[in-house]
C-alpha cells in the first residue's frame, strides 16, 4: 500500500450516521431532576440546552427501562416501560420533543440478549415444566454428573463466576440450569426460537413509532450460541481477556467463543434491519465485541446493522505504530462493505480515557476490571493531556464519532472509589477481586461546589459520591474559558461540522510526519499529533484547533498535543 492512498472517499448524499457525533448519556449520572441523587429523564431533558451547544447530532441513553437495577438497567424486567427511577412514558416524549428543538437525534439502547430475571417471561418459564414453551423463550438445560449437579458446560460469565444456574423446581426439588453470559439475573434468551424474534419486532416498532431515532444494540454480538454450546477452551472471564482479542489468531478466537460472534446471527440483524427500514432515517449501532476488525465489519454490511463500535480503535494504545494501523484497518476493513468506520474512546464500560492514557501500554487490568484505590495511581495531567490529544486526533477522521458523557469536561475515571460504593456485579461475582465499571459511572459536575454533586442535584445527593477532582472539572468553571477540555470539544465539533470532515477524504500525510508524530489530511485539513517525542515544527497554515492552548514554545506542537491546520 502507498502511504499516500486515499483510504477514504466522501459518499455524496450520505445518510447522517456516515458522520455524526453521538454523545453516549448514562440516565442514573447524567443529571438529576428531582433531587434524589438519581440521574433521570427530566435531568437530561433540562441539560439538553448544553449539548446542543456542544455540537452534538445525536444522544444515545444507557437503558432507562423498568428493571431492578442489578446491572444499572441492563436487566429490563419490562421493554415498553420507563423505571420509575428515571421517569415514565411522558418524560421520554418530553425528551424527544426537546432534543428535536435543537435537531438532535435519540437513540435508545436495546439489550436483547438477555431480560432481567424479574421479566414476567423468565418468571413464568420458571413455573413451567421442562421442555414447555415458556422454558423455549430462555436456554434451560439439563445439568451434567451425577443427579444433574454440575453446570451443563464449562462457559464462564463476564462478571465473573460460571455462566449457569440451578434453579429449583416448583416443588423445591433441584431442577434444570439456565444461562447467564452475565449475572445470574440476566438469563439469556433463546434466539433460535421465533418468539423471542417476533417479541423484539414488537420492542423495535414500539420506540421507533415513539420517535426514538434507532437503537444501540447491547451485547450484538452474544445473541446466538454456537450449535450445542461446547466447551469453551479457553477460560475468558474479562471483556477482551489477558491476551487482547485484537492479539489473537482466528481459530483461538473461534475456540475461546462458542458464545461470541457466531454467524446464525446474521438471519436476525437482517430481520430488524427491515423493520427499521420501514421507518425514515433510523439507524442501529452494535455493540459487538468481535475482533479482529475484518470479522466485525461482517455485521455491518449493507443489509444488517448501521454501524458497530470500533472496539480495536477504543482499546488501541497513544502509540504512533499502533494507531496508524488501527486506523487505517478500520478505514478499509468497514470501507470494504460500504459502511463508516467509527470511533470512540470512553464509554460507561472502561476506564475513562483521561485515566487510561496515563498508564503505559499493558499495564492496566483488562478492559472492565476497572481500577480501585490499591491500584497504583494515576498521573491526572498527563492522562488528561495524552486525552485531549487522542479526542483531537479522533474527531477530525471521517466516519460516525462516538464520545461518553464528561469526557468534554475531560473527567478522570474514580479509582479511588471504595468498596462500600460499588454497585457493578462484577465487584460482588469476585469478590471484590475485579473492582468494576463504577469508576467512569460518577456522576457528572455541573456547576462547582454549589453543592456535594457539583451541581448534578438539586439536593446534593448523589448515588455515587464523586472524587474531590470533580469540583475542578465542572462544567460553569469551563464555559467560555479559553483553552478548557470543553471549549476545545465545542470547537472541534464545530470545525468538523463546518468542513464535513465526517464524511472528508482520508489519506495519511507521512510527509509530515516525524519519528513520534502521525499527520493525516482529511478534506484538505492537516491533523498532526506529537504522541510523546520532542517538540516539532508545527507546518504553515491557519491553525483550526489545537489541544495546545499556551504555546509555550511559539511555533512548536510538544508532546502529547494535537494541531488541525488548513493546508
Ligand atoms: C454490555 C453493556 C454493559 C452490560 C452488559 C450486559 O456490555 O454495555 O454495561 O453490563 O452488556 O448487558
Request: glycine share 10%.
Amino acid at each position: 500500500m502507498s502511504n499516500n492512498e486515499i483510504l477514504f472517499e466522501t459518499v455524496p448524499n450520505a445518510e447522517w450516521w456516515r458522520s455524526s457525533v453521538i454523545y453516549q448519556i448514562y440516565p442514573r449520572s447524567f443529571a438529576d431532576g428531582n433531587g434524589d441523587g438519581m440521574g433521570d429523564l427530566k435531568g437530561i431533558t433540562d441539560r439538553i440546552p448544553a449539548l446542543a451547544a456542544l455540537g452534538i447530532d445525536a444522544i444515545w441513553c444507557s437503558p432507562f427501562f423498568k428493571s431492578p437495577q442489578k446491572d444499572a438497567g441492563y436487566d429490563v424486567s419490562d421493554y415498553k416501560d420507563i423505571d420509575p427511577l428515571f421517569g415514565n412514558l411522558v418524560d421520554f416524549d418530553n425528551l424527544v420533543s426537546a432534543c428535536r428543538k435543537f435537531g438532535i437525534k435519540v437513540i435508545v439502547d436495546l439489550v436483547p440478549n438477555h431480560s432481567s430475571d424479574q421479566h414476567e417471561l423468565f418468571q413464568a418459564a420458571l413455573k413451567a415444566p421442562e421442555g414447555s414453551p415458556e422454558r423455549g423463550m430462555y436456554i434451560f438445560r439439563d445439568g451434567k454428573g451425577k443427579n444433574g449437579d454440575l453446570p451443563p458446560n464449562n462457559w464462564p460469565s463476564v462478571f465473573g463466576g460460571n455462566a449457569w444456574t440451578r434453579i429449583a423446581n416448583p416443588d423445591g426439588t433441584p431442577g434444570q440450569w439456565y444461562l447467564h453470559i452475565f449475572d445470574s439475573t440476566q438469563p439469556d434468551f433463546d434466539w433460535t426460537n421465533p418468539a423471542v424474534l417476533d417479541m423484539f419486532d414488537d420492542v423495535l416498532r414500539f420506540w421507533l413509532d415513539r420517535g426514538a431515532a434507532g437503537f444501540r444494540i447491547d451485547v450484538a454480538h452474544g445473541m446466538m450460541k454456537r450449535v450445542g454450546l461446547p466447551d469453551t477452551k479457553v477460560i475468558d472471564t474479562t471483556m477482551g481477556g489477558a491476551k487482547t482479542e485484537a492479539e489473537m489468531t482466528l481459530e483461538e478466537l473461534e475456540e475461546m467463543n462458542p458464545y461470541w460472534g457466531q454467524p446464525e446471527v446474521h438471519p436476525v440483524i437482517r430481520r430488524w434491519r427491515e423493520v427499521v427500514d420501514e421507518y425514515d432515517d433510523r439507524l442501529m449501532a452494535a455493540e459487538a465485541w468481535i475482533m479482529p476488525l475484518s470479522r466485525m465489519a461482517q455485521w455491518v454490511r449493507p443489509d444488517e446493522y448501521h454501524q458497530a463500535f470500533n472496539f480495536g480503535f477504543l482499546e488501541c494504545p497513544w502509540d504512533k505504530a499502533s494507531l496508524h494501523k488501527v486506523v487505517t484497518e478500520s478505514l478499509k476493513e468497514f470501507g470494504a462493505v460500504g459502511a463508516p468506520s467509527t470511533w470512540v474512546l470512553s464509554n460507561h464500560d472502561v476506564i475513562r480515557h483521561a485515566t487510561r492514557f496515563a498508564y503505559e501500554p499493558g499495564t492496566l487490568p483488562p478492559q472492565g476490571d476497572g481500577i480501585g484505590p490499591e491500584f497504583a495511581q494515576p498521573d491526572e495531567a498527563l492522562g488528561l493531556r495524552r486525552a485531549r490529544a487522542a479526542s483531537a486526533f479522533m474527531f477530525a477522521l471521517p466516519g460516525g464519532a462516538y464520545m461518553y458523557q464528561g469526557e468534554e469536561l475531560g473527567l478522570p475515571e474514580h479509582t479511588s472509589l471504595g468498596g462500600a460504593y460499588r454497585q457493578d456485579p462484577t465487584f460482588f461475582r469476585t469478590n471484590g477481586e475485579r473492582v468494576g465499571r463504577d469508576g467512569c459511572r460518577v456522576p457528572l459536575p455541573w456547576e462547582s461546589k454549589v453543592n456535594e454533586s457539583n451541581g448534578f442535584s438539586t439536593t446534593g445527593e448523589s448515588w455515587l459520591p464523586q472524587p474531590s477532582s470533580y469540583a475542578r472539572y465542572a462544567r460553569d468553571l469551563q464555559e467560555g474559558v479559553a483553552g478548557s477540555t470543553l471549549e476545545l470539544y465545542k470547537r472541534m465539533l464545530k470545525v468538523r461540522k463546518e468542513l464535513s470532515l465526517g464524511a472528508g477524504n482520508f489519506k495519511w500525510a507521512p510527509e509530515y510526519q516525524d519519528e513520534s508524530t502521525l499527520a493525516y489530511i482529511n478534506n484538505g485539513v492537516l491533523v498532526l499529533s506529537n504522541i510523546g517525542g520532542e517538540p516539532v515544527v508545527i507546518p504553515a497554515g491557519e491553525i483550526l484547533v489545537t489541544t495546545q492552548h499556551d504555546l509555550t514554545i511559539e511555533g512548536e506542537l510538544e508532546h502529547d498535543q494535537t494541531v488541525w491546520i488548513k493546508l
